[in-house]
């Protein structure tokens, strides 16, 4: 069965072609095969339409006045050729597959840092835990100065580029130089890169004393264990009630995420179907296990970047009214793309079906002339005003569904939440954009806890977090350093962020201090969607009318 996956980032313009290629993720069994080939329609045109292609290439090849790239003029023909069809299929050169494959990849090799790039300078967030570069004792706010012997501070890179030079095989070593406040001279260190986790279960913890919050960030390989071990520690913690967090959620394996709505639907009840023109691609997928889950209130977030395996997910638990989903339309990537490995050593993704509801919707939007008006459909949101508004999102009337319990749902494309919640303007604004984009407020919360670690230490989170707030010089202080580092003073902006930035500075500094959970359970305090989500899920009249137990 060909388990296909999402359209991610799509409006990001740094990296887009490559992200193409990545959102085009496989599933399952399917990773490295082969399709069957069903009968063509026309083989004789398909011979006339490869011949007349080789017979150019080979003119310009020996008779073009410059010299040319061929292998590179045939990719870009193949590309634009596939960009004909949908927007989903592509043709990955074997240079990049390990990279596409990357992302659904559960481990990689490396020294666990996540860092801060601020002023050119690469500055520790946090050592991942037992990690190489906990273990050799890299501290939060470290700044790296050179990386393998490169001389790394103002050098210019990129955030990609300095990852890429933290990665290396496992068993090999790196040398760091740190430099480390109120230290005189730069530290030397040796790290022994290692296997390091790559979770997709960003976190989970307790809400209150029924209830548990279990984000998934995508269905990568290890994400269907990973969420069976944290459900099962929130239920031994007596949650009744559960918020699934799927927002920005772009997809990955399928039988990943046919495998976590299992936990929550019982009996034998569908969760999705695929469609193609050959009947090889029709499938159906059904439930089977007695799930974890299968009772009590939950609650599922969903916005515009849930997409592909997490649309499957969502629409399964609406169409049958295991869940209340809040927040904002999902993107609406259901094609389903069989991948087809080339002599060449690439990789042809081709769509050869769509993902169908349980009741039935298609989870694909529209696609128009070409890739770059489908990724202007996201923007295209916020202009018409269905990021903000549920009375501007349309409804294809004619696609009307009915849940298990008769409500009733739309097909058209993504899927629509029970619940709107309308996107934070002030966190997608130009000024507060531009400051994380800089790493400013990143920059500011590690100086503030190194300069206040032992405070800090002497404090339990809970009394942190009842007495803590950025004052109004702190804030002062953050815009004068965003200034310093390029950020255009908007004394306006920077009023109407101010709640914002209080809330996001005081969560950088509780992870610092305290950890993931500390960081997640103040930012939660500005989150409107799972703010309304917490609300739904302890709302026992909504809960019934789903006919949830």
């Known amino acids: 069965m060909p388990l296909p996956s999402p359209a991610s980032f799509a409006n990001r313009p740094a990296w887009r072609r490559w992200l193409r290629g990545a959102a085009l993720l496989l599933g399952g069994a399917a990773l490295g095969a082969v399709a069957l080939h069903p009968t063509s329609d026309n083989p004789e045109a398909t011979a006339r339409g490869a011949a007349r292609f080789r ?15 061929s292998e590179a003029l045939a990719d870009y023909a193949v590309a634009q050729m596939l960009e004909k069809l949908d927007p989903h299929s592509v043709y990955i050169p074997a240079r990049d597959r390990a990279r596409v494959n990357a992302f659904l990849q559960s481990d990689a090799d490396g020294v666990g840092i996540e860092f801060n790039l601020f002023r050119d300078t690469m500055t520790v967030v946090a050592p991942l835990s037992g990690g190489p570069a906990e273990l ?8 790296i100065l050179a990386v393998g012997g490169r001389r790394i501070a103002g050098a210019h890179l990129s955030n990609p580029a300095l990852a890429e030079l933290l990665r290396g095989p496992s068993g090999s070593r790196l040398a760091l130089e740190i430099r480390r406040r109120r230290l005189p001279q730069p530290l030397r260190l040796t790290l022994t890169r290692s296997k390091l986790p790559s979770n997709s279960v960003d976190i989970s913890y307790l809400l209150d004393a029924d209830t548990g919050y279990l984000k998934i960030s995508r269905f990568a390989a290890n994400t269907y264990d990973e969420f069976k071990v944290a459900l099962a520690d929130l239920r031994r913690q007596g949650i009744s009630r559960l918020v699934l967090d799927l927002r920005g959620n772009p997809g990955g ?12 639907i019982g009996g034998s009840r569908k969760i999705v179907s695929t469609r193609g023109r050959d009947e090889q691609f029709n499938t159906e997928t059904y439930a089977r296990e007695t799930g974890e889950f299968e009772e009590g209130n939950l609650v599922v977030l969903i916005d515009e970047g849930s997409a592909s395996a997490a649309e499957v997910l969502a ?3 609406q169409d049958h009214d295991r869940a209340l989903l809040v927040g904002r339309r999902s993107f609406g990537k259901g094609l389903v793309q069989q991948p087809i490995a080339l002599a060449d050593g690439g990789e042809l993704r081709l769509t050869i079906a769509r993902y169908y509801t349980p009741v039935g919707r298609s989870i694909q939007k529209p696609y128009g002339r070409d890739y770059a008006e489908y990724s202007r459909e996201l923007s295209g949101r916020l202009e018409r005003g269905e990021l903000t508004s549920a009375d501007s999102n349309r409804v294809a009337k004619g696609l009307r569904f009915r849940t298990d319990h008769g409500r009733a749902v739309y097909g058209g494309g993504g899927i629509m939440p029970d619940v709107f919640v309308p996107r934070d303007t002030l966190a997608h604004s130009a000024y507060y954009t531009r ?6 407020p990143r920059a500011f919360a590690l100086a503030f806890y190194q300069g206040h670690k032992a405070e800090l230490e ?3 989170f809970e009394q942190f977090n009842r007495t803590f707030a950025i004052s109004e010089t702190q804030l002062q202080a953050l815009h004068e350093q965003a200034r310093q580092a390029g950020v255009a003073a908007d004394a306006a902006a920077a009023r109407r962020c101010a709640p914002l930035l209080r809330n996001v500075l005081k969560a950088y500094i509780a992870r610092s201090a305290y950890g993931p959970v500390a960081y997640y359970s103040v930012l939660k305090e500005q989150d409107a969607e799972l703010l309304r989500g917490i609300r739904a899920v302890g709302d026992s009249v909504a809960i019934k009318k789903l006919g949830i137990k």
């Open 315 to 317: 629409g399964a638990l």
């Open 458 to 460: 002497g404090l339990r």
């Open 136 to 143: 050799a004792g890299v501290q939060p706010g470290d700044q």
């Open 55 to 69: 017979e150019i290439l080979m003119h310009v090849d020996r008779e073009y006045a410059d010299s040319v790239d």
């Open 253 to 264: 394996y399928l039988d990943r995420a046919t495998r976590v709505a299992d936990e929550f």
């Open 435 to 440: 400051l994380q984009g800089c790493g400013v």
